[in-house]
T-cell receptor, first 115, second 115 residues
C-alpha cells in the first residue's frame, strides 16, 4: 500500500525566504505526482503536476522536482510571501494506468510566512 | 470556465435525514470522484466515475450513493445520514484515458454536519 509522508509538518518563515517542502512515497511505481495547496476552510488548488518521465516542473515562483528511484519529490518556493501561507499537499495515484486510481495524499505541510 | 462547482457550501443535517450533495464540472472531464476529508484521516475516495453511466466504489462507499447521467454532474446522496458522515466533502475531476489520469481539479467543498 502506498504511503506518502511530508516533512516538515509545519514551517514558519519570514517573508522573502526561499523554502523547500519535502514529499516521500513508498512505492516508486507512480506515473505522476501532484502538488496542491489548501487554504483554511477551502478546497484544494492544483499547483503542479509532474509526470513520471519528468524530473522538474516550474510555475512562477514554484519549482517541483521528482526522483522516482528514491521515492521523493520537493516543492521549492522562491521569495516567499504572506499569501503563500497555506497547507501544501502532495498526492500520487495508487494503481496502474487506466485504473481510475484514487489519489493518495501526503500528511501535509502547514506553511506560515510572516511579515 | 467555472471549473468544479459544489453546492451547498455548508449544511446541517439530522441523523436519519437524507440529502444530495451536488457536483458539476464544465471542463468536459470524463473522470469524477468524491472524497471526504477528516482530521487525522486525510482525504479518502468515496465513489468515482469514468464516464456517464459508469460508477464504482472507492475506499469508503458505505452510506453513500452516486449516479452519473451526463458528463457534467455527479451528485452524492446520503440516504440516511449518520454522525460519522460529518466531514468536508470534495468533488474532483480530470481528463481520463487508459494512458492514465491527468491533473485533478477539486471543487471548493461542502462542509456537512450531522447531529
Amino acid at each position: 500500500k502506498q504511503e506518502v509522508t511530508q516533512i516538515p509538518a509545519a514551517l514558519s518563515v519570514p517573508e522573502g525566504e526561499n523554502l523547500v517542502l519535502n514529499c516521500s512515497f513508498t512505492d516508486s511505481a507512480i506515473y505522476n505526482l501532484q502538488w496542491f495547496r489548501q487554504d483554511p476552510g477551502k478546497g484544494l488548488t492544483s499547483l503542479l503536476l509532474i509526470q513520471s518521465s519528468q524530473r522538474e516542473q516550474t510555475s512562477g515562483r514554484l519549482n517541483a522536482s521528482l526522483d522516482k528511484s528514491s521515492g521523493r519529490s520537493t516543492l521549492y518556493i522562491a521569495a516567499s510571501q504572506p499569501g503563500d501561507s497555506a497547507t501544501y499537499l502532495c498526492a500520487v495515484p495508487e494503481g496502474g494506468t487506466g485504473t481510475a486510481s484514487k489519489l493518495t495524499f501526503g500528511t501535509g505541510t502547514r506553511l506560515q510566512v510572516t511579515l | 470556465n467555472a471549473g468544479v462547482t459544489q453546492t451547498p457550501k455548508f449544511h446541517i443535517l439530522k441523523t436519519g435525514q437524507s440529502m444530495t450533495l451536488q457536483c458539476a464540472q464544465d471542463m468536459n472531464h470524463g473522470y469524477l470522484s468524491w472524497y471526504r476529508q477528516d482530521p487525522g484521516m486525510g482525504l479518502r475516495r468515496i465513489h468515482y466515475s469514468v464516464a456517464a453511466g459508469i460508477t464504482d466504489k472507492g475506499e469508503v462507499p458505505d452510506g453513500y450513493n452516486v449516479s452519473r447521467s451526463n458528463t457534467e454532474d455527479f451528485p452524492l446522496r446520503l440516504e440516511s445520514a449518520a454522525p460519522s458522515q460529518t466531514s468536508v466533502y470534495f468533488c474532483a475531476s480530470s481528463y481520463w484515458s487508459r494512458g492514465g489520469e491527468n491533473e485533478q481539479y477539486f471543487g471548493p467543498g461542502t462542509r456537512l454536519t450531522v447531529t
